[in-house]
């Protein structure tokens, strides 16, 4: 708080009381300055703006400051405000223009609009607590402050290929009683269980949308379990710069960005980095019945895909499109990364449905879209991981053909369906099977394996155990007559449709389990486990659980004890890729011996050593890793064999013999009981027989060469 | 309960005692204070929080403040503060800056 006025910094204008001058027109949003706040906004059609003052949670505005026409530039507000208490003060425009959504117009300058720019958002500060309907400014533009004492953080730039990601809701994960943790469901209680994340050998959480959204968005009461839904996965943003004060045990107190900021911190020192999964494809506008919170007020036509008679392209499935590649919605993304790269020390970001983000103003892919590549070349996100789900709602997929510049990875859907119509039993799979072990060659041949985020669980669609417990999805509770969510699930329930009694079939279930978990950790590429499917969470066939603030979406900590032996097999297989470089390679397998070990770097075998059945009734493949070729030859590590059976009946894998007196030992055998089934880095039991191995019925065998 | 502050000064220790309810309108106080005390050498602040009922962000704010305008090498104490602030601190990380005691000298 200063008390010398700077002769650069003094009010030539006074109205209501207030005193103001002329502001800066960037950066935009709000910025505190000696003595004052500078306000600036842009808006294209805009014919005149307000700017609207209020002191924290009350009703009316103190103050209404109509910026004067000699304060805008170009198309840009701009205005220093001086004395205000920026702890207290929250702030939006009026917009005055034209209502002509024919022409793309829906100014209203009743509405009272929150800042895109603002970095933090009053309104929604505790999790489901009930708002003033009659609010007139339910969504308040807040500052924030940049105090937040990073001693020696910065984001971790742990290389690609070394990560482990766990997708985790921030509420789902700790929400659950059992989780025994204070403040649950919070940014804070994450930091509680820091230590069991180091534990089971992730190094980098992607954080489910933590952008300030609306989790009363079309809720409404379920018709059919009486419960109420609500907006739980958060994929509808309200503003783009704000940490959800919801997710913060001290959003009621405004202080959600330094939870935020601690809990990147304590990851950050635990060697777990942070990747944010980012909704930069829609907003929480919907289409032309939805609510006008921001963007629609202030210019429609600039930040929304119009038809030409004025509606929403709705490409995303939510009924809006951002318009990303306008050039002032692509810098406000751009900057919108930088903020939470430079800010927050966010390692990388996921993009959903990303797509559209390729699209230019009219829907049409771009060949070259501006915005992709200005974020791949952007010096600040530089050393930010960029991945994208490579397809949208409007029937773009881009999975392989993503414009990625040489930087983005993608969410690879297609190595989640071939490992899960493997793991089924489908036959004519080897070959993609060939391919998902390789970091999928064929798609991303000029990438490298990097650009494959391999995954077979997600939050969207059914758990890992679900994968194995249900053929039909069972959506029943979220109200839509199970009409919603996807029906190309390539699930098997291993013979009973949910819950059972039955030992075997339960058990064949934990296998199939384990099975998924070998072949992800074995794959070049980057692994994707979802929380939760470390302890094998069911959703009960639900496999589009968005909208459930329950026990569908929030993480039993209980099942650390009933599914143990799954917890203790995810725990090792991850620490087994981690000890095994050959499994991390920044590069494609060239199929030759390279570095003169006499093997070449990858080989393919089946139940004969040497000849892997390709043919379309095979349900059989191994392949083994020459240790010599770890990362392209430059370090030594073991070799590594991994078989793959998916038929019913258990085969003979007949082994290639190692090299130097070399000798297969034991790491992991799915078919075996838990303590048999994975052993510890150095504890493998050596094979009675190197030439061959029993193979169990749809098990999955890994041996390493030393 | 309307906010109070006493402040002594001896020994290049700050004792301040704290009473009431700490919101952004007594942060002013708060931080009026501190601004007094920079002007002095100090090595430690003791910030006596028994009967301080509430410290809202502003309130946490000064204190990071009081750590930037007299320096890093300011030893912050706080005594007796209660449980809600307690929480309030660790939530957001600012336990790392601080140590809390039970009396000082600890």
Redesign the interface.
């Known amino acids: 708080?200063a008390t010398d006025i700077r002769i650069d910094y003094y009010p030539t204008h006074e109205q209501q009381g207030i005193k103001f001058r002329r502001g800066h027109v960037l950066p935009f949003g709000a910025t505190m300055v000696p003595n004052g706040i500078n306000f600036s906004i842009y808006s294209s059609e805009a014919i005149d703006c307000t700017l609207v003052l209020f002191e924290r949670g009350e009703a009316q505005p103190f103050a209404e400051i109509r910026f004067p026409e000699e304060f805008r530039t170009g198309n840009v507000y701009s205005m220093i405000v001086f004395d205000l208490?920026y702890?207290?003060l929250e702030y939006g425009y009026r917009m005055d223009g034209p209502f002509k959504p024919e022409e793309g117009h829906r100014f209203d300058k009743s509405i009272i609009l929150s800042d895109p720019y603002a970095k933090a958002i009053g309104g929604r500060d505790s999790w489901l607590a009930t708002p003033n309907w009659d609010n007139i400014y339910p969504y308040r533009s807040r500052l924030v402050?940049e105090?937040?004492?990073w001693e020696t953080d910065h984001p971790l730039e742990t290389p690609i290929e070394d990560l482990v990601i766990y997708e985790m809701h921030v509420r789902g994960f700790t929400q659950h009683p059992s989780s025994k943790v204070?403040?649950p469901g919070?940014f804070?209680a994450i930091r509680s269980k820091i230590a069991y994340l180091k534990e089971l050998g992730i190094n980098c959480v992607e954080l489910m949308p933590i952008y300030e959204f609306d989790e009363w968005e079309n809720s409404k009461e379920n018709p059919v379990t009486g419960g109420l839904i609500v907006n739980f996965w958060g994929y509808s943003t309200v503003n783009f710069f704000s940490p959800k004060a919801g997710y913060?045990?001290?959003g009621k107190?405004?202080?959600q960005v330094?939870?935020l900021?601690?809990l990147v911190?304590?990851l950050h020192k635990n060697g777990i980095e942070v990747m944010l999964d980012v909704v930069f494809n829609h907003t929480a506008e919907g289409d032309h019945r939805g609510h006008t919170i921001s963007f629609r007020g202030i210019d429609n036509k600039t930040y929304y895909m119009l038809t030409p008679e004025g509606y929403y392209f709705n490409f995303s499935g939510t009924g809006n499109t951002l318009n990303c590649n306008n050039p002032v919605v692509r810098n406000m993304v751009l900057d919108c990364l930088r903020y939470w790269a430079a800010d927050y020390h966010i390692d990388g970001f996921r993009f959903d449905l990303a797509a559209i983000l390729g699209r230019d103003q009219n829907g049409a892919p771009l060949s070259n879209p501006p915005l992709l590549e200005s974020l791949a070349y952007d010096p600040i996100l530089a050393k930010c991981k960029l991945v994208a789900e490579a397809w949208d709602a409007g029937g773009l997929y881009q999975v392989g053909s993503f414009p990625a510049y040489g930087r983005w990875a993608e969410w690879n859907g297609k190595y989640r369906d071939s490992i899960r119509k493997f793991l089924k039993g489908d036959e004519g799979l080897i070959g993609e099977l060939a391919q998902c072990i390789q970091g999928w060659p064929d798609l991303y041949h000029y990438r490298g394996p990097t650009a494959s985020i391999n995954f077979i669980s997600c939050h969207d669609g059914f758990t890992l155990y679900d994968l194995f417990a249900y053929n039909e999805k069972h959506n029943e509770a979220n109200g839509e007559n199970n009409n919603d969510g996807g029906n190309d699930n390539h699930s098997w329930n291993c013979g009973v449709e949910g819950e059972t009694d039955d030992a075997f079939i339960n058990q064949l279930r934990h296998k199939q389990i384990k099975n998924a978990l070998s072949i992800l950790m074995v794959s070049q590429g980057v692994p994707m486990i979802l929380s939760g499917d470390e302890v094998g969470v069911t959703k009960s066939g639900n496999n589009n659980t968005y909208c459930h603030d329950n026990e569908l979406n929030w993480m039993d900590w209980g099942l650390l004890e009933k599914n143990a032996d799954i917890y203790y097999f995810a725990q090792r297989i991850t620490r087994f890729r981690r000890a095994h470089p050959v499994l991390r390679s920044r590069t494609h397998f060239q199929h030759r011996d390279y570095v003169g070990s006499g093997y070449p770097d990858i080989s393919f075998h089946g139940t004969q050593a040497w000849h892997a059945d390709f043919s379309a009734s095979s349900r059989c493949l191994a392949f083994m890793l020459d240790g010599a070729h770890a990362k392209s030859g430059t370090i030594e590590d073991d070799s590594v064999y991994v078989a793959m059976n998916s038929y019913w009946d258990a085969l003979y894998y007949e082994l290639p013999i190692l090299p130097n007196g070399r000798s297969w030992y034991l790491a992991v055998n799915t078919d075996m009981p838990t303590g048999q089934d994975i052993y510890d880095i150095g504890k493998e039991p050596k094979l009675d027989d190197q030439g061959r191995f029993l193979v169990g019925g749809r098990a999955t065998v890994i041996l390493i060469g030393k | 309960m309307a906010f109070q502050i006493e402040s002594v000064v001896e020994n290049q220790i700050a004792k301040l005692t704290l009473h009431g309810e700490l919101d952004s309108l007594s942060a002013r106080v708060f931080q009026t204070e501190i601004e007094k005390i920079a002007n002095q050498s100090i090595d430690s602040l003791v910030l006596d929080m028994e009967n301080l009922n509430f410290m809202s962000s502003a309130g946490l704010r000064v204190l990071i403040y009081s750590k930037q305008k007299i320096g890093p090498k300011l030893s912050i104490y706080i005594v007796k503060p209660q449980e809600l602030i307690v929480d309030t601190l660790v939530k957001t990380g600012l336990q790392h800056s601080v140590t809390i005691v039970d009396q000082y000298p600890v």
Request: glycine residues 4%; without cysteine; proline residues 0%.
């Open positions: 708080m208490d702890e207290r402050f105090d937040f004492d204070k403040n919070t804070a913060a045990a001290t107190f405004g202080m330094d939870e900021k601690t911190k304590e």
